[in-house]
């Protein structure tokens, strides 16, 4: 790969240039037209060579487009390294014969110097010729020469601009496709590696740019762009490259020592500048694909990377290698998310049951807790735990809580005046809360259908995120203060519980299965459970103990001072029609 290495640079300009650009190719149209008009020559063309082709991308009174590099007179510049003037062909023992002298385009005069980068690539030709023999002064030589100055530093520019990222100066994404494709392109059979990094918690970057702004972030960049070559020491034929975002590639070949896991073992605990004397501890998370570039495109192998560095972030490990069942699992699960946003944009898959709460001294139902379920065309019926975790990843819970809250109060609505009439809870996640127009629009709805609010139940989700959120605080208050009826869920399920109860507004406190699956048959869970509740009790409270499924339980727990519960035992969800058919047997029970 060292050859591969060294040649890199030329065939990734080359490998752009062979593909069609209309806003490059314009200007490299005015660029011949321009080298006509001072010369006086009425043919003119830029050319790129590589080894098998010449590609003309750009002429004026010119009307090849592509040629084999045999048949082409610009490989004999580009070959020598030097600019090569024929006043003419037909007195040229090299080119008398030649098809493109004796035959269309008719070449008896040709000039040409090669077009030369920085790093002194010869990428291709600018020429001009002739239907006729001509001279060709020093002057005009100088004048070409000057013109191809201007030509290749006008393709740097633009391959800079399409190759290089603006902020790291470091190969980017689009060369990185453009490099693998030329690997495939090559025959190149040999075994790679793709290691992609996740060097900065971005949500963290994004933070620091509205705080400090977005130099101190294109710093934290920079900064990191130069750590990597010095930590991971690649070696020649192992190229780094900026994708964006804080993440960073590079790609080996398949026995390189730079595995996913070395990477993140030599970056763990370093510091990256971020200006001003601050600095900021990386947290890399590395993702690797071994491949042969023939076997996948450019894009399957970018992806399979992608997908196992996903695979790290999402189970919090610092590396992981790509695998096919877990990529099948995520395909799935794309592919679910997709399929749950259509499914909330239109009736249809999705709905509502409703698991009641009974009263432990009466034995009446007094409320119900709406729970979502899916019927899905290829996977059947579909609990919340198959599609809501997904839901929160892809940000689409707070569009399903809207789609849930709906179609309560339209129940609610139906039922206005009805002797079955049951408050209905409903859950809610830490971004609703910290929506401040959440409480607001909650109230219009209720108003609307002209119900009480303390009808609807909100039930709080992920209560440590919500304590740790100031918004989400406020949003809870706004809730209480319009009436709403505020309960917590899974109390008993952590040990910070009970600091709850000083700091969130609430109503109702739902005790986890956990806390009571064993009260029938354990004495030490007996005694915790007695004691919570009366705590719970004292603090006057409404206790409700989800997860009953047996009458000893439930003796239990009224007996210790639970109010209410819920579990089998009791009623499982039901939907709508059973519901009303089961509340109304109820109702008239002796």
């Known amino acids: 790969m060292h050859e591969l290495a060294n040649q890199r640079p030329r065939h990734g300009v080359l490998q752009a240039l062979r593909e069609p650009d209309a806003c490059r190719d314009d200007v490299l149209g005015q660029f011949v037209q321009l080298a006509s008009q001072v010369l006086g020559i009425p043919g003119s063309f830029v050319s790129v060579l590589d080894d098998s082709d010449q590609y003309i991308r750009a002429g004026h009174n010119f009307a090849l487009k592509q040629t084999a590099r045999e048949d082409a007179l610009c490989r004999y510049v580009v070959d020598n390294d030097a600019e090569m003037v024929i006043p003419d062909t037909l007195l040229d023992t090299r080119f008398m014969t030649h098809r493109y002298v004796t035959d269309v385009p008719f070449i008896r005069f040709y000039a040409g110097v090669p077009l030369k980068d920085r790093e002194g690539q010869i990428l291709g030709t600018l020429c001009v010729t002739d239907g006729e023999p001509r001279a060709f002064s020093a002057e005009q030589l100088l004048t070409l020469k000057m013109l191809a100055n201007l030509v290749i530093s006008f393709l740097e520019a633009w391959h800079a601009a399409g190759f290089t990222d603006p902020v790291t100066g470091m190969p980017n994404q689009q060369r990185l496709m453009r490099d693998l494709h030329y690997l495939a392109a090559s025959g190149?059979?040999?075994?790679?590696?793709?290691?992609?990094?996740?060097?900065?918690?971005?949500?963290?970057?994004?933070?620091?740019?509205?705080?400090?702004?977005?130099?101190?972030?294109?710093?934290?960049?920079?900064?990191?762009?130069?750590?990597?070559?010095?930590?991971?020491?690649?070696?020649p034929d192992e190229r780094l490259y900026a994708l964006g975002a804080g993440r960073f590639a590079l790609l080996t070949p398949g026995d390189s020592p730079l595995s996913a896991a070395r990477i993140e073992e030599r970056l763990r605990e370093i510091s990256a500048d971020l200006g001003a004397g601050l600095s900021l501890t990386l947290t890399a998370h590395t993702g690797e694909s071994d491949f042969i570039a023939g076997h996948f495109s450019a894009q399957?192998?970018?992806?399979?990377?992608?997908?196992?560095?996903?695979?790290?972030?999402?189970?919090?490990?610092?590396?992981?290698?790509?695998?096919?069942?877990?990529?099948?699992?995520?395909?799935?699960?794309?592919?679910?998310?997709?399929?749950f946003a259509a499914a909330l944009r239109k009736e249809g898959g999705l709905y509502l049951v409703y698991q009641p709460k009974i009263c432990?001294?009466?034995?009446?139902?007094?409320?119900?807790?709406?729970?979502?379920?899916?019927?899905?065309?290829?996977?059947?019926?579909?609990?919340?735990?198959?599609?809501?975790?997904?839901?929160?990843k892809t940000g689409q819970l707070p569009t399903m809580t809207t789609w849930v809250i709906d179609r309560a109060i339209i129940r609610l609505a139906r039922l206005r005046d009805s002797d079955i009439q049951l408050p209905i809870t409903v859950n809610v996640s830490l971004n609703d809360f910290a929506d401040e127009g959440f409480a607001e629009d909650l109230e219009r709805k209720i108003n609307r259908h002209r119900l009480s609010p303390s009808l609807l139940g909100i039930e709080c989700l992920e209560t440590e995120r919500i304590m740790e959120s100031s918004l989400a605080m406020r949003g809870l208050e706004r809730l209480r203060q319009r009436g709403f009826t505020l309960s917590l869920d899974d109390f008993g399920s952590g040990y910070s519980n009970i600091s709850y109860l000083r700091r969130i507004p609430l109503d109702v406190i739902k005790l986890d299965r956990s806390l009571i699956s064993n009260l029938a048959t354990d004495i030490a869970s007996r005694t915790i459970a007695?004691?919570?509740?009366?705590?719970?009790?004292?603090?006057?409270y409404v206790v409700l103990a989800e997860g009953v499924e047996d009458e000893e339980t439930g003796r239990l727990l009224s007996e210790y001072g639970s109010d209410q519960a819920q579990g089998y035992f009791y009623a499982r969800p039901m939907d709508d029609k059973t519901l009303d058919a089961w509340l109304l047997q109820k109702q008239d029970a002796p």
């Open 188 to 235: 190149d059979l040999s075994p790679r590696r793709l290691v992609l990094i996740d060097a900065i918690d971005m949500p963290r970057a994004c933070e620091l740019a509205r705080t400090m702004g977005v130099g101190p972030v294109e710093a934290l960049l920079k900064d990191i762009a130069a750590l990597l070559p010095q930590r991971l020491r690649p070696a």
């Open 300 to 339: 399957e192998i970018l992806r399979r990377a992608a997908s196992a560095l996903h695979e790290a972030n999402g189970s919090g490990v610092p590396a992981r290698a790509y695998n096919a069942s877990t990529d099948v699992q995520h395909t799935r699960d794309f592919k679910l998310m997709h399929e």
């Open 360 to 392: 432990l001294r009466t034995g009446a139902p007094v409320g119900l807790e709406a729970l979502i379920r899916w019927c899905h065309p290829e996977h059947g019926e579909l609990l919340p735990g198959a599609f809501v975790p997904l839901a929160e």
């Open 530 to 540: 007695h004691s919570i509740i009366s705590m719970l009790k004292a603090l006057d």
